[in-house]
């Protein structure tokens, strides 16, 4: 060999391509609704912590996130001791795949789950086995039907993504009932915060109660901290200590932090984000609907938009056509959706121009994709 080689799977990998950023070109807004951010930003108060630590830069930051843990305590009434904190949930997931899975283990996700999924149990040597989706909704029999013995993790994003459907939480609690008691349940809660079902839950609960169920949450969506890499996952105690053994040291800044718990103690930013999701995410899904575009019912901050294959009209046509305008959608090919858009709900501006210039294309006689 004349140089390094990757251990054996690695290079067999896809690697992880996030939404696109716009192209900011001189006289013309851009609007990205591309990788579900909130289009309100942070919670003042979040802007304000951060300011706070610039002061202190030099410092490391508390190793185990104690305040930040404290406050998710006491915001969901849970044990702070079994909760981890991360550069996101992603760190996370891939923490608790390292944790966990091996060559010659099987994890489980569904046909379009989270792609962080694959990557995750593909990095660690082992198999990704997938089972079917039902209407780009989990299904939990599908899943039982794939488990084996050497099934260790079963993936569940939920509400998943892209699709923004979600399972009951009867069905989530059927499908943990179903696993052997030595396989991990991950739940995937990453828009928890948009979902206005009465039958849904995060399965926090079950976290609680059971000694295989993991839940993970994070602070990119409604909080909008992305920039800043925070979230956390809650679960038994044997897991999170394993998890803590191989965590890296000082995983999460103090900027992060801070600027985590004061968001997560401001509810009201919350909530007026949530009331706006709800109301446009309705308001879209009908527009769209009318122009002959089927969408898939989504409980998140995004609608999953299904094009017809007729030429002019198409998914990769549509995207051309509205970044051309400055509208920057997800495309989803990379989740075997080839005809498929999703879209991020943005302000009210940007849903109603968003409408607009996708009724253009879809009644223009000639289709431009410049």
């Not at 509205?322 to 989803?332: F, N, P």
Request: charged share 20%; proline share 7%.
């Amino acid at each position: 060999m004349s140089r390094p080689v990757p251990k054996a799977g690695i290079l067999d990998i896809a690697p992880y391509t996030p939404g696109k950023s716009p192209v900011v070109e001189a006289g013309r807004k851009t609007y990205k609704l591309s990788s579900n951010e909130t289009p309100f930003g942070p919670s003042p108060r979040a802007k304000e912590a951060v300011a706070a630590t610039a002061a202190h830069l030099e410092d490391y930051p508390e190793g185990t996130s104690k305040v930040l843990r404290e406050a998710i305590g006491r915001r969901y009434s849970l044990d702070p001791a079994r909760i981890i904190c991360g550069a996101g949930s992603d760190e996370l997931l891939n923490l608790i795949a390292h944790t966990y899975l091996g060559p010659g283990d099987e994890a489980i996700h569904t046909t379009h789950g989270f792609l962080v999924y694959p990557i995750a149990t593909s990095a660690n040597g082992a198999t990704n086995v997938i089972a079917a989706e039902t209407d780009f909704t989990c299904n939990v029999d599908a899943i039982l039907a794939a488990v084996s013995p050497r099934t260790k993790l079963v993936w569940l994003a939920n509400p998943n993504n892209p699709t923004g459907t979600f399972l009951p939480y009867d069905e989530v609690k059927r499908l943990h009932a179903g696993l052997p008691s030595h396989v991990i349940l991950v739940l995937d809660a990453a828009y928890a915060d948009y979902v206005c079902r009465p039958d849904y839950d995060s399965g926090l609960e079950l976290a609680s109660t059971t000694e295989n169920t993991v839940v993970s949450y994070t602070f990119s969506k409604v909080h909008g901290l992305a920039a800043l890499r925070i979230g956390w996952m809650y679960g038994p105690a044997h897991i999170i200590d394993a998890m803590n053994r191989i965590r890296g040291p000082f995983n999460v800044s103090a900027p992060a932090m801070l600027a985590a718990v004061a968001a997560i103690e401001d509810t009201s930013h919350v909530e007026m984000s949530q009331a706006f999701t709800v109301q446009w995410r309705d308001w879209l899904t009908e527009e769209v609907s009318k122009l002959g575009i089927k969408v898939t019912p989504s409980v998140a901050n995004f609608i999953l938009m299904h094009f017809p294959d007729t030429p002019g009209k198409t998914a990769l046509e549509a995207d051309a056509y509205l970044t051309h305008r400055g509208l920057v959608l997800r495309s989803v090919a990379s989740y075997g959706l080839p005809h498929a858009l999703r879209m991020t709900i943005g302000t009210e501006e940007a849903n109603r121009f968003f409408i607009e210039t996708l009724r253009a294309f879809m009644t223009a006689n000639t289709p431009e994709t410049k």
